[in-house]
């Protein structure tokens, strides 16, 4: 288990790379290989995707994978790469502002030092969590850190973009309330048009975060914006997956193997995981 020093070091070192106009870049993993190819393309930091993680472990997105498993493989990645893991821990993994402590605590033990927390509901209610609640939840998440010594990034993810429920001005109205509960970061998934992005970070005061992918202005771009933080979300599992699908279907439909060229060798691989921690 990482210690409190350790922890606390390494929870310093990835809040000091959230700079605008200097974004940190986060080719998001999903499991242990996955963070271990990143770290080793010279990523700053590792950050998981949700839905990548819970793919993996055979079940759908959005709050459909279990605390218990889903911590079992976040500990796996922090064990395999030495560089700040952030998890994205969903809705918190829990019910309630209680639940979402807990598991801030269980993410901390397992060697992480940050997480997202989103504030869409899945088979409720609405469409968003109510402002009040999810600034309940953020601020439980902000306690349980700070009570253990550990100053954890936590990125409060405002899906009104997302689920086309709100523009800047329901963001930033949001955006104020979870960082008066205790957000050291804003991630608005959904918003990449530069106008906006714009608004965003100059009404946001915390850092930016904004999720890319095919069809986004490129990094440099988002910097000049005044974006913090980039990441791919499930974007790079999304891609791995489609390789294995082509794999699969030239090699049973026509039993060649052109999609398979290009591949990590079995040896680089190897050795990557086999690197002392």
Sequence with gaps: MTN???????????????????????????DAASARIVEDA????????SAGLAWALGVPD????????????????????????????ESGF????????????AVLAAGAVGVNIEDALYGGEGVLRPVAEQAERIAAAREAADAEGVPLFVNARIDTFLRGVGGVDAT?????????AGADGIFVPGAVEPGTVKELADGIDAPLNVLVGPGAPPVAEL??????????????????????RRAARELLDTGTYGAQTGGLGYG???SLLARES
Excluded: C
Aim: proline content about 4%.
């Design 4 to 30: 409190q020093n350790t922890l606390r070091d390494r929870a310093l070192a990835f809040r000091a790379l959230h700079v605008p106009g200097r974004p940190l870049v986060l080719p998001n993993a999903w």
């Design 42 to 49: 010279g990523a700053a930091a590792v950050a998981t995707t």
């Design 62 to 89: 959005g709050d459909q994978l279990d605390r218990e498993r889903a911590l079992e493989a976040l500990a796996r990645i922090t064990a395999t790469v030495a560089v700040p893991v952030s998890a994205d821990i």
């Design 94 to 105: 829990a019910k309630d502002a209680a639940g979402v402590a807990d598991t801030v605590r």
């Design 172 to 180: 930033l109205e949001r955006a104020a309330a979870f960082r008066a």
């Design 223 to 244: 910097a000049v914006l005044g974006v913090a933080r980039v990441s791919a979300g499930s974007s790079v599992a999304l891609a791995a997956y489609a390789v294995v």
């Design 268 to 270: 680089e691989l190897n």
